[in-house]
């Protein structure tokens, strides 16, 4: 599929682990009507970029929960295998503390219907901003030994709602709180009229 922007992002309900130590499944659709959706790929469980991503995503948890907003993080490894990684220490290389729901792509057909597998099997790290009427509004897809801006995510979460909100359009670098503008000539005319 290659670019999903603008497109119903592909669905799926598969096995997960749920607050960082229950068994249940996790059903895109779901959250269809009620939540944004950041749902990110990593390569695989007990890895080394991996855990920096997982766990700056919980640290901006509470973040991600105020813009209504659910993450979802995805491998091809098993349940049993994200369960193992929960129940690791953080000084020992685990994710033990993170809470949001890590789902199991075991037959890598959530990763293949993104287009974020690899020729070696395992996800690049991809990310997808689903809105709330489950339609893809931002993809990210980095190579695997590059690491992810959880800022950003955030970042691009608040520029869709004041999109939403105002219908004003976010310039380069715009963040919450900063000067947007109408999407016409006149609107940007004005805006770049007054950036030195």
Same mark, same amino acid.
């Given at each position: 599929?290659?670019?999903?922007?603008?497109?119903?992002?592909?669905? !799926?309900?598969?096995?997960?682990?749920? $607050?960082?130590?229950? +068994? &249940?499944?996790?059903?895109?659709?779901?959250?269809?009507?009620?939540?944004? *959706?950041?749902? +990110?790929?990593?390569?695989?469980? +007990?890895?080394? *970029?991996?855990?920096?991503? #997982? @766990?700056?995503?919980?640290?901006? #948890?509470?973040?991600?929960?105020?813009?209504?907003?659910?993450?979802?993080?995805?491998?091809?490894?098993?349940? +049993?295998?994200?369960?193992?990684? /929960? $129940?690791?220490?953080?000084?020992?290389?685990?994710?033990?503390?993170?809470?949001?729901? /890590?789902?199991?792509?075991?037959?890598?057909?959530?990763?293949?219907?993104?287009?974020? #597998?690899?020729?070696?099997?395992?996800?690049?790290? &991809?990310? !997808?901003?689903?809105?709330? @009427?489950?339609?893809?509004?931002?993809?990210? *897809?980095?190579? /695997?030994?590059?690491?992810?801006?959880?800022?950003?995510?955030?970042? /691009?979460?608040?520029?869709?709602? @004041?999109?939403?909100?105002?219908?004003?359009?976010?310039?380069?670098?715009?963040?919450?709180?900063?000067?947007? !503008?109408?999407?016409?000539?006149? &609107?940007?005319?004005?805006? #770049?009229? @007054?950036?030195?």
């Amino acid at each position: 599929m290659g670019v999903l922007v603008g497109r119903p992002a592909p669905l !799926f309900k598969a096995d997960a682990v749920l $607050n960082g130590k229950d +068994f &249940g499944e996790v059903e895109l659709v779901s959250y269809r009507n009620k939540k944004n *959706v950041i749902l +990110f790929f990593y390569p695989l469980d +007990f890895t080394f *970029v991996c855990p920096t991503e #997982l @766990h700056a995503f919980q640290e901006k #948890l509470s973040e991600f929960h105020s813009r209504n907003t659910e993450v979802l993080g995805c491998s091809i490894d098993s349940k +049993f295998s994200h369960h193992a990684w /929960l $129940n690791t220490p953080k000084a020992k290389g685990g994710i033990q503390g993170i809470t949001y729901p /890590l789902v199991s792509d075991i037959y890598r057909v959530i990763a293949r219907d993104y287009d974020v #597998l690899s020729e070696g099997g395992v996800a690049f790290r &991809g990310l !997808f901003l689903i809105d709330i @009427h489950g339609v893809v509004r931002h993809q990210l *897809v980095n190579d /695997l030994p590059l690491g992810r801006s959880v800022e950003e995510a955030l970042r /691009l979460i608040d520029a869709l709602d @004041h999109f939403e909100k105002h219908g004003e359009v976010c310039p380069a670098n715009w963040t919450k709180g900063q000067e947007a !503008f109408t999407p016409d000539s006149q &609107g940007v005319s004005s805006y #770049l009229s @007054h950036k030195k």
